[in-house]
């Protein structure tokens, strides 16, 4: 299993950016996926996952501002961020998991640093 976050970086507060996640190394289109952040010293924090059928869940903290979303063609997924907020600061990680339960232990890229701050 590889996964390759890329897209992270500085915007100000009330800004967007997408989030890319290439997955190779497993059958893309049959697999859960989500999304996680974590912020130093704080717990891993699921974002949101998509299942192999498209549909999504979402944390309430970033429901109807962010937007999951896959390309089964390209081995990628992504996730849109909108409206960001200070409290988005983390490192945002691809995780190849169906949900929310036991996010923390399943495979994991390397991160993509997200920064919100003016």
């Known amino acids: 299993v590889q996964l390759v976050e890329s897209g992270g970086g500085l915007v100000q507060p009330g800004g967007s950016l997408r989030l890319s996640c290439a997955a190779s190394?497993?059958?893309?289109?049959?697999?859960?996926m989500s999304w996680a952040r974590q912020v130093p010293g704080k717990e891993f924090e699921w974002v949101s996952s998509i299942h192999s059928d498209g549909t999504t869940y979402y944390a309430d903290s970033v429901k109807g501002r962010f937007t999951i979303s896959r390309d089964n063609a390209k081995n990628t997924m992504y996730l849109q961020m909108n409206s960001l907020e200070p409290e988005d600061t983390a490192v945002y990680y691809c995780?190849?998991?169906?949900?929310?339960?036991?996010?923390?232990?399943?495979?994991r890229g390397q991160g993509t640093q997200v920064t919100i701050s003016s």
């Open positions: 190394g497993f059958t893309f289109s049959t697999s859960g």
């Open positions: 995780v190849k998991a169906p949900s929310s339960d036991w996010i923390e232990v399943w495979p």
